[in-house]
C-alpha cells in the first residue's frame, strides 16, 4: 500500500480524496491543512488516520509516502519543495509551477533527492484522451493541419478568489488555458512560434487570452480561455482524412470522441474501453501507486519533459500576452 497525504483542504483535494479511495494500492493517511479546523473537518468528510495543521507537521510525518499538493499554483513551489525536503515523493496539481524558473527548481531537487515527482495533469491519464491519441497516433485523421480548443465559463458566485487574484497568479492561461496547451501540444508537439493576446481582469490577471501556435509544416492550434462567458469547452482536430471532435468538457472523463471522417453530418461516436472511475482522478493516482511501487523516480507518461516543456510555453505565452507575476519578477 502506497500512503498518500494530502496538502490543502479545497475543492479539488476533497475530490483527489473521494477517488484515492478507489485505488487498490493506495491508503489515504493524513491530510495537512493551515487551519485546524478545516483539517478537521476534511477528516470528517474523509476519515484519516492524522491530521495535521500545517503542512510542515505533514511533511515531517514520516508515516507517508507520497504527497499531493492542492494549493493553489502560486504556492507549488514553496510547497513542493517543503516535501522534497521531508524526503517525501509529489503528486502537485496544475498548473505545475508559476514559471519555468520554479518547475525546474521543483524537478531538480526531486532528481537531487533521488524523489518521485509529476504534474497532476489528470487528462492524460483518462480513456478519451489515451484513444483519441491513438486516432491522432495511427493517422486515422491524416495529416492534422489545425487543432481549435476553447475553454470558458463564468464563474460561480462567490467567485473563488484564487481565480482573480495576482498573488494567488489567478488568470485563465495558468488556470484553465493549461489545458488548451496541453492539448494541441498532445497532437501537435511543441509549437514553433507563439502568439498571444489578453484582456485583463480589473485586478489585472487575464480574464480573456487566446493563443495562437504555428508550426513549421503549416499547422496550427487555435486556443481560447475565458472567465467572462460560457463556452462550449470542445476541442477538434482536423486532418486530411477527417475530423474528431472532443466534446464538452474536451479534458475531463465526460467527454465523448465524435469522428467526422469526410462531411459533417456523418459522425460516428468513438467507443473506449474503460469505465469511468470516480471523478476521474482515481487514474492518476493510481498510475502514482504504480510508479512508487516500482521504485520509479519519474513518469513514463506525464514525464518531467512534458511538464518543463509545457511551462516554456506558458511562460512565453505570458510574455506575449503581457502577463506577469510577482514570481517572474
Ligand atoms: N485537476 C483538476 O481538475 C483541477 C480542478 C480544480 C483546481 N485544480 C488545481 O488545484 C489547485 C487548487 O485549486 P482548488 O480549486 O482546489 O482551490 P481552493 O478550493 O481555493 O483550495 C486551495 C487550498 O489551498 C490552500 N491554500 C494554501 N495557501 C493558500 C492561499 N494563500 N490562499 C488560498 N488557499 C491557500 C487552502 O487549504 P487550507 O486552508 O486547508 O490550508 C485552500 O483550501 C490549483 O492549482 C488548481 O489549478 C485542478
Given amino acids: 500500500?502506497?500512503?498518500?497525504?494530502?496538502?490543502?483542504?479545497?475543492?479539488?483535494?476533497?475530490?483527489?480524496?473521494?477517488?484515492?479511495?478507489?485505488?487498490?494500492?493506495?491508503?489515504?493517511?493524513?491530510?495537512?491543512?493551515?487551519?485546524?479546523?478545516?483539517?478537521?473537518?476534511?477528516?470528517?468528510?474523509?476519515?484519516?488516520?492524522?491530521?495535521?495543521?500545517?503542512?510542515?507537521?505533514?511533511?515531517?510525518?514520516?508515516?507517508?509516502?507520497?504527497?499531493?499538493?492542492?494549493?493553489?499554483?502560486?504556492?507549488?513551489?514553496?510547497?513542493?519543495?517543503?516535501?522534497?525536503?521531508?524526503?517525501?515523493?509529489?503528486?502537485?496539481?496544475?498548473?505545475?509551477?508559476?514559471?519555468?524558473?520554479?518547475?525546474i527548481e521543483m524537478i531538480t531537487k526531486a532528481k537531487?533527492?533521488?524523489?518521485?515527482?509529476?504534474?497532476?495533469?489528470?487528462?492524460?491519464?483518462?480513456?478519451?484522451?489515451?484513444?483519441?491519441?491513438?486516432?491522432?497516433?495511427?493517422?486515422?485523421?491524416?495529416?492534422?493541419?489545425?487543432?481549435?480548443?476553447?475553454?470558458?465559463?463564468?464563474?460561480?458566485?462567490?467567485?473563488?478568489?484564487?481565480?482573480?487574484?495576482?498573488?494567488?497568479?489567478?488568470?485563465?492561461?495558468?488556470d484553465i488555458g493549461v489545458y488548451n496547451v496541453f492539448m494541441a501540444m498532445s497532437v501537435l508537439g511543441r509549437p514553433d512560434e507563439i502568439d498571444a493576446h489578453m484582456k485583463p481582469a480589473g485586478t489585472g490577471v487575464d480574464e480573456q487570452c487566446a493563443v495562437l501556435f504555428r508550426y513549421k509544416n503549416g499547422a496550427m492550434a487555435q486556443l481560447f480561455s475565458s472567465f467572462i462567458s460560457h463556452l462550449p469547452t470542445e476541442a477538434d482536430i482536423n486532418g486530411s482524412k477527417g475530423r474528431l471532435r472532443l466534446t464538452s468538457r474536451f479534458y475531463a472523463p465526460e467527454s465523448a470522441l465524435e469522428l467526422y471522417p469526410e462531411r459533417l453530418d456523418s459522425k460516428t461516436i468513438v467507443p473506449f474501453d474503460k469505465p469511468l472511475k470516480g471523478w476521474g482522478y482515481y487514474y492518476e493516482a493510481k498510475h502514482v501507486s504504480d510508479c512508487l511501487e516500482q521504485g520509479l523516480k519519474e513518469s513514463p507518461v506525464m514525464t518531467h519533459e512534458n511538464t518543463l516543456t509545457m511551462m516554456q510555453v506558458l511562460d512565453e505565452i505570458r510574455q506575449k500576452a503581457g502577463i506577469r507575476y510577482e514570481a517572474d519578477l
Avoid at 152 to 170: I, S, W
Fill in 1 to 103: 500500500m502506497i500512503r498518500w497525504g494530502i496538502l490543502g483542504c479545497g475543492n479539488i483535494a476533497r475530490k483527489f480524496a473521494s477517488d484515492l479511495a478507489l485505488v487498490e494500492n493506495a491508503k489515504f493517511v493524513a491530510i495537512g491543512s493551515r487551519s485546524k479546523e478545516k483539517a478537521q473537518l476534511f477528516a470528517k468528510e474523509f476519515p484519516v488516520p492524522h491530521v495535521h495543521d500545517s503542512y510542515e507537521a505533514l511533511a515531517a510525518n514520516p508515516e507517508v509516502d507520497v504527497i499531493y499538493i492542492a494549493t493553489p499554483h502560486s504556492h507549488h513551489h514553496e510547497h513542493t519543495l517543503l516535501c522534497l525536503d521531508h524526503n517525501k515523493a509529489v503528486l502537485c496539481e496544475k498548473a505545475f509551477a508559476v514559471n519555468y524558473r520554479e518547475a
Fill in 112 to 174: 537531487e533527492k533521488h524523489l518521485f515527482i509529476m504534474e497532476a495533469l489528470w487528462t492524460k491519464f483518462l480513456p478519451h484522451y489515451e484513444k483519441m491519441k491513438s486516432i491522432v497516433d495511427n493517422g486515422q485523421l491524416g495529416e492534422i493541419s489545425s487543432v481549435l480548443i476553447n475553454f470558458g465559463f463564468q464563474p460561480r458566485t462567490p467567485v473563488p478568489a484564487r481565480l482573480f487574484d495576482p498573488e494567488l497568479a489567478g488568470g485563465t492561461i495558468l
